[in-house]
């Protein structure tokens, strides 16, 4: 006879950082209509606030506090009093991250430094802080990186190395914390509507549609696609998972699909 069981993350304890905005938001969301307790952290205390606001006015648990990514000792405290509040902690997302289109020849090294160390050294900080916080066996990290740590991309030098960085630390981190039952994984979203990452990237019309004309797709993905990736990965339904970088980006790391090959061949 078949049963019918719990939702897979139903009680348990999600820390994400970037957590009050865009894609980040939509995994809490969605990890919170399943139950899970949710805590927040980015830069902007308002943000924080505001996010945690639309959690529990949906009637979901959730705490948040100011932290910056890049102070290692800010990142502890905060996930000290996640523990303190909700107990030790099943789920980790590392997300906050910064970005701009700018030609490597007309960027700063502090504005090189700036995206690495909110991207990379965030993620570091993160993932490294939160090991003494986990429950183990059975914790679940994930970093949210993007194409552009696979693939190189014109005006995102930054970006590139930052996230190419963070998809080696997932597979170093996945290797070194495996034996504690500790599975490191990373989510690579392509272009996501309605979020900050697109509007800097493709702020005008024209530049949207060929970005999407390229997507092997052809649509921009939605936060919702990304949160039940999450999911997935964070439940126990992934338990032989860890150190996979998990495209979801309608082919975006393909390369471009914009020729079409269906009706060249005459097979459409
Ligand atoms: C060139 C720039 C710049 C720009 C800032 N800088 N913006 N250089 N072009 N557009 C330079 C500054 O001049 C400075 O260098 C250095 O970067 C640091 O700038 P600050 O403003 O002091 O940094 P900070 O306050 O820490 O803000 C970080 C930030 C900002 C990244 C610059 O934009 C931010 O807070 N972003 C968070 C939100 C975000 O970016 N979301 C999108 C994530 S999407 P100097 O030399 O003057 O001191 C993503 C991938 C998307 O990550 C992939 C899509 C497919
Ligand atoms: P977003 O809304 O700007 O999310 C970034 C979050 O990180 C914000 O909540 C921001 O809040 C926080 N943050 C930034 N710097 C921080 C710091 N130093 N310390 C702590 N928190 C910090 O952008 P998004 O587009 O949804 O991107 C979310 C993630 O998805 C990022 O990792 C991005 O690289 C990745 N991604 C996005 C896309 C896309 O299509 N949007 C595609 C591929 C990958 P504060 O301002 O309050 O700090």
Known sequence: MMSI???????????IA???SGINLGIAQR????GVKVAIISRSQEKVAAAVGEITAAGNVAMGMAADVREYAAVEKALAAVRESYGEIDIVISGAA????CPAIGMSANAFKT??????LGTFNVLRAS???????????????????????MFQAHV??????????????????????????AISPGPIAGTEGVARMAADPAT??????????????????????????????????TGAIVDCDGGASLGDSSADALTVSGRR
């Open 131 to 153: 090991f003494a916080y986990l429950r183990k066996p059975g914790a679940s990290l994930i970093s949210i990186t993007a194409p552009q740590g696979a693939k190189p991309e």
């Open 5 to 15: 069981s719990n939702p897979p993350l139903q009680g348990r304890v999600a820390f």
């Open 208 to 241: 949207a549609a060929a970005w999407e004309a390229r997507l092997a797709l052809r649509s921009y993905g939605s936060k919702q696609d990304i949160a039940e990736l999450a999911v997935f990965l964070a439940s126990d339904q992934a338990r032989y998972m």
């Open 160 to 185: 590139c190395a930052a996230k190419a960085g963070v998809n080696m630390l997932t597979k170093c981190l996945a290797m070194e914390w495996g034996p504690a039952g500790v599975r490191v994984n």
């Open 18 to 20: 970037g957590g009050s």
């Open 31 to 34: 990890f919170a209509s399943e």
């Open 98 to 101: 910064g970005n701009f289109m």
């Open 115 to 120: 995206v690495v160390d909110i991207d990379l």
